[in-house]
């Protein structure tokens, strides 16, 4: 399979599971409510988040439109380093497949709710990370998995220097 076939499947998959999990936890479950699954480490607990990570920007008037801007613009630049790479940068491809899905799935609900839905609430006794969904958790991965590939990349360009 090609690397569009890739990207579309991975975009289309996530797309699915973050919008499928947000529709369920709205429907459910009521806004604040907190269902543990694993005492201690880990709730559902549904949070809606206006701003961006760590409710970043959660105050501004002018964030919905700029959030927007900055999707469109991340997506964009993704296609284009899609486009760019080589047929054996196989993880770069995945990365950045996961990175798009999971910028267009909080974009639909920022145009459709004008703020995020977030219920994995992951925390350690009393200190909890920020709420996260699926998105943030596909960009994050794609992050991490976009990184690992830089390092394998420069260390494939020393050995063939050398």
Known sequence: MNRWGVFFIITIVGLVVDQATKLYVDRVMVLHQS????????????????????S?????????????GVTLVAAVVIVIALKKMRDDQKLAQVSLAMIFSGAIGNLIDRVRLGEVIDFLDVYWKTHHWPAFNVADSLICVGVALIALDMLKEERRQQATSE
């Open 35 to 54: 269902i543990p699954v694993i005492d201690g480490l880990f709730n559902f607990t549904y949070l809606r988040n206006r701003g961006a990570a760590f």
């Open 56 to 68: 970043f920007l959660s105050d501004a008037s002018w964030r919905l439109p700029f959030f927007i």
